[in-house]
């Protein structure tokens, strides 16, 4: 299972990012949609993406403007995601962190040109 959080991003982008990773791996829970939050404060979307090993590949997604993504999880379910994503984005890797068992990795998503 891996945390994913989208900053600095509409709603209509994280939507899009969630809609790979959903894509790229089905479950029988029903996709949250990002609801526009009261007030003007920062917003940060969230969702838990269980992998698979089977994934299904994506293609380019379209991104109105840059989406900075978090991922937290078991080393290799982030490193699935971060294939999956590659699939759809342009993806710059600007950090990671990893623990016994655990990585964490911020990732800058664009639309592939």
């Known amino acids: 299972m891996v945390t994913v959080s989208l900053t600095g991003t509409s709603k209509e982008d994280a939507a899009t990012v969630f809609d790979v990773l959903h894509t790229a791996f089905p479950t029988d829970r029903p996709a949250d949609l990002p609801e526009d939050p009261p007030g003007s404060r920062p917003v940060v979307w ?9 994934r299904i590949p994506t ?3 379209p991104l109105a403007g840059p989406v900075s993504a978090t991922l937290q999880g078991g080393c290799l379910a982030v490193d699935l995601l971060c294939e999956a994503l590659n699939g759809a984005f342009m993806v710059r890797e600007r ?3 990893s623990g016994d068992q655990e990585k964490e990795v911020d990732l800058r998503l664009d639309a592939k040109r």
Not at 46 to 54: L, S, W
């Open 46 to 54: 969230t969702a838990r993406i269980a992998t698979a090993d089977d």
């Open 95 to 97: 950090g990671t962190a």
């Open 59 to 61: 293609g380019p997604a």
